[in-house]
């Protein structure tokens, strides 16, 4: 992913005095150490040496309560009095009607209840997603629901099971009213598929099972809908264009843990409108896993998340739920039966604090149930280094955050984040224990100095030391958070408690990226002030 930006991070091996450098990198993929590597008036960004007043997107999410959400500017020269102007909501708007294929074709408002699920990301921040959902009635088939700028996917879910979903794409600029229609089709125009659901031969499954359509893309065709309990059958409705498709994937799942059944996707033909039954295959019954999760000492690991997962027999995927190691290490979960040509695999995750690592086991459960052995973690990868202030001095205080972007070959990508137990010590040294994986390092001075961050990749090691780091000057930034339209029943002219996120945008290895590098929330006046970056 960023393999070989990643190595050129000064990443220093333990007990060595040089940067580990492995190749010798082109010029465009080096990466500078500190500001004093980069041209008069650069600052080391984590992508390498930059104007600090350029590249700079600001959001503002003002009062998500009042239908303000989020909003991104482009600031193109960053100056130490920066007003943000904000525009009022923006709206996806519009009506929803249905056809009426009678002598002459029409349509008519859909006033019946809906759910309007929208879900992309910002248009100009790389990796910030934005997610909003509203159950709502029209009102004689006009709709309306305030969202934040981005780019959008939308999907209309009518309370009716027999209307397919919707789906159109948008996209939403600041205070922008968009407009979006959504043409539901004619009951007697749509695609049904009837089917059931068996476990083997025409023995049915004892559970709450549903089914729905998907596309090839896993773009949902048909709502999600109840498997008759008493007798496995089930009908989909698809949308009219359905009818042409060869094939359709129909998905089946539990929408509950228990009882323990696993999820399978069949390849079916809609075109007969009936598909032959669908067996999920002898897949077991549940058994009990019992075991205990033990550090390199042979000490209990406590608090540690453990769960199995993988293919069973009848070729569905199955994800047992999650347990907690007691205080002695001990677990017991229930499983299916693993295949036998595919055994499932064990994940065990000790808590962020604890300094046993997390390991994947390949495991063959017996349909007789399993007494693992102890399953024994590797200790963490031990990351040391030491942050030193644009002085030179060593900078205390500093918050030091691992947040986890990418995997190593051989490992999964570490699930979530962790923060050093303590700030940086009075040498300006913190010490983390990681997962190997690669991380974004953001370190977060308490005082009025920028954050910065940088890209670490942690390979399987007994330790690891980074080269110094230096922190960046930091310049404040002023300014007021206002409407552009204001408020005449508002005391103040400011917008209050508006949250403000600065983000430097650029291309990493080809790759638009976004970096955080300050947040603030606004006073009661709608005044803010922030630390940013500066030579």
């Excluded at 990466?31 to 008036?41: I, K, L, M």
């Excluded at 959001?59 to 020269?77: I, S």
């Excluded at 209309?156 to 979006?180: K, Q, S």
């Excluded at 032959?276 to 058994?287: A, I, K, N, Q, T």
Aim: proline share 10%.
């Amino acid at each position: 992913m960023r393999s070989m930006s990643l190595a050129l991070l000064a990443l220093v091996l333990a007990g060595a005095g040089c940067a580990y450098l492995p190749d010798e990198p082109k010029a465009s993929e080096l990466v500078c150490r500190n500001d004093s590597e980069c041209a008069a008036g650069q600052v080391c960004f984590l992508d390498g040496c930059g104007d600090p007043g350029q590249h700079i997107v600001v959001e503002v999410t003002p009062n998500p309560k009042a239908g303000l959400h989020a909003q991104d500017f482009a600031v193109e020269n960053l100056r130490p009095q920066q007003n943000l102007e904000l525009y009022g909501p923006a709206r996806i708007e519009g009506e929803v009607r249905r056809e009426t294929l009678v002598s002459v074709p029409s349509t008519t408002a859909y006033s019946s209840p809906i759910s309007l699920r929208v879900t992309g990301e910002s248009l100009l921040i790389p990796g910030v997603t934005r997610r909003y959902e509203s159950t709502l009635v029209p009102n004689n088939g006009e709709y309306e629901l305030q969202v934040g700028s981005g780019s959008y996917t939308i999907t209309l879910l009518a309370a009716d099971t027999e209307v397919p979903p919707v789906t159109e794409t948008r996209v939403v600029n600041p205070g922008g009213d968009v407009a979006l229609d959504f043409l539901l089709p004619a009951s007697s125009s749509l695609t049904r598929l009837s089917g059931q659901v068996v476990r083997q031969g025409s023995t049915l499954v004892d559970a709450e099972l549903e089914v729905q359509a998907l596309d090839d893309t896993l773009r949902p065709l048909s709502q999600r809908v109840p498997v008759s309990r008493a007798t496995g059958k089930f009908l989909l409705v698809l949308p009219p264009s359905a009818a042409k498709l060869e094939h359709v994937l129909v998905q089946v799942t539990a929408p509950r843990a228990e009882p323990l059944v696993p999820q399978k996707t069949f390849t079916v033909d809609p075109r007969p409108g009936l598909t032959p039954p669908l067996e999920m295959g002898d897949y077991g019954e549940p058994v009990t896993v019992k075991g205990r999760v033990v550090n390199l000492q042979g000490q209990p690991v406590a608090k540690a998340s453990v769960y199995l997962q993988g293919k069973v027999t009848g070729g569905g995927q199955f994800r047992s739920g999650t347990v907690s190691t007691g205080t002695d290490g001990s677990f017991e979960l229930l499983s299916l039966p693993s295949a036998p040509d595919s055994p499932l695999t064990l994940y065990a995750v000790p808590p962020p604090e604890a300094a046993a690592g997390l390991i994947l086991l390949t495991t063959n459960i017996s349909r007789k149930g399993t007494a693992l052995n102890d399953v024994t973690c590797p200790d963490k990868i031990s990351v040391q280094g030491t942050l030193l202030r644009p002085e030179g001095d060593s900078a205390a205080g500093v918050r030091v955050i691992a947040e986890p972007v990418g995997e190593v070959p051989g490992w999964p990508r570490p699930a979530v984040g962790t923060e050093a137990a303590s700030p940086t010590d009075e040498n300006g040294s913190y010490h983390l224990q990681l997962d190997p994986g690669e991380y974004r390092f953001d370190f977060v001075p308490s005082e009025n100095l920028p954050r910065v961050s940088r890209f670490v990749t942690v390979q399987p090691s007994t330790s690891l030391e980074l080269a110094p780091f230096t922190l960046s000057k930091g310049r404040r930034i002023n300014g007021l958070v206002a409407l552009s339209e204001p408020n005449e029943d508002s005391p103040t002219p400011g917008v209050p408690y508006a949250s403000i996120r600065f983000f430097r945008v650029v291309n990493v290895e080809g790759k638009p990226t976004s970096v955080l590098l300050a947040q603030t929330v606004s006073d009661s006046t709608g005044n803010y002030a922030a630390s940013l970056p500066t030579r």
